[in-house]
Structure formats: structure tokens, C-alpha cells
């Protein structure tokens, strides 16, 4: 018991939760609403906004917040979040197309009378579009002040 009051007191962790949490929720409100959501999409990547982008941007700024922005966990925090924004605009999006190019050359081949190139469909949601990651970014900003200031 005195694990999990550690664990929920630890407002790096539940602000970088939050930011996670948060996402995701928006997310699925936004593709309820498009009329897009389907039960698979909560195993995917990708989407608007980031999760990892409000994830990371939460840690960060959480970490800034409760134990200065001088200190050496907030510089390790910043350089993770730049790491992995990075990691979600470029390889990971690159990831995507490239699932998206391979499953019309596979659907093409099929059509074709040819042998697939694979079974299956390749991910076609992995990474993130700028607005998607900066959208994520104001998720975690927002999750930090909420958890690491209002809600101490």
C-alpha cells in the first residue's frame, strides 16, 4: 500500500501518465466523432494528437517544474523528449508511408494474378505530422501544470 501512495504521489510519473492518458482519450473522442474508430486502433500508433509527443513533453516539463529547471533530470527529461518527438515526426512517420506504399504494391501484385509480396497488411499509422505532435505537446504542457502545479 505504501508503494502505490508513493507511485500516486509522484507527480513526474502522474503528470507524464496524465499526459499519456489525455491523448489517448482525445484521440479516440476525435475518431468516435469522424466516425473512424475502430477497437484495433488502441494497440496503434499514430494519430492526432501525439501521445508520445504529450508524453514526453509532460515528463519534461513536470520534471522542470518539481525539481528545477537547473537540475540534470530536467536536461536528461528534455534531450528524451527531443529524442522521441524526433523519433514519431521522422522515423517512425517514415515507417508509416512506407507500410502505406507496400500494401497498394501488395494489393496491386494481388490484383495482378501475382504471389504477394507478404500476408497481411503492413502498420500504416506509426508516426506523427507536426500539428499532431504540437497538439500532443499542449496536451502534456497542459497535463504538467495540471498535476505538477494545481494539483500538488
Not at 489517448?24 to 494497440?43: M, N, V, Y
Not at 507500410?99 to 501484385?109: I, M, Q, S, T, V
Not at 504477394?116 to 497535463?143: D, Q, R, Y
Amino acid at each position: 500500500m505504501e508503494l502505490l501512495l508513493k507511485l500516486w504521489n509522484n507527480r513526474v510519473l502522474i503528470s507524464a501518465a496524465g499526459g499519456w492518458l489525455f491523448a489517448q482519450a482525445i484521440k479516440i473522442s476525435i475518431e468516435i466523432a469522424k466516425g473512424e474508430f475502430t477497437p484495433a486502433r488502441l494497440a496503434e500508433g499514430g494519430g492526432m494528437p501525439s501521445g508520445h509527443s504529450s508524453t514526453v513533453t509532460a515528463l519534461a516539463l513536470s520534471c522542470g517544474l518539481t525539481q528545477g529547471f537547473d537540475s540534470a533530470v530536467f536536461a536528461v527529461a528534455v534531450f528524451f523528449a527531443v529524442v522521441v518527438i524526433f523519433d514519431a515526426t521522422h522515423v517512425r512517420y517514415a515507417a508509416g508511408e512506407n507500410g502505406k506504399a507496400l500494401n497498394r504494391l501488395n494489393e496491386e501484385r494481388k490484383r495482378e494474378g501475382k504471389e504477394p509480396l507478404f500476408s497481411g497488411t503492413m502498420p500504416e499509422k506509426l508516426g506523427h505530422t507536426v500539428p499532431e505532435v504540437l497538439a500532443g505537446m499542449a496536451v502534456g504542457i497542459f497535463a504538467a501544470v495540471l498535476f505538477s502545479v494545481w494539483i500538488p
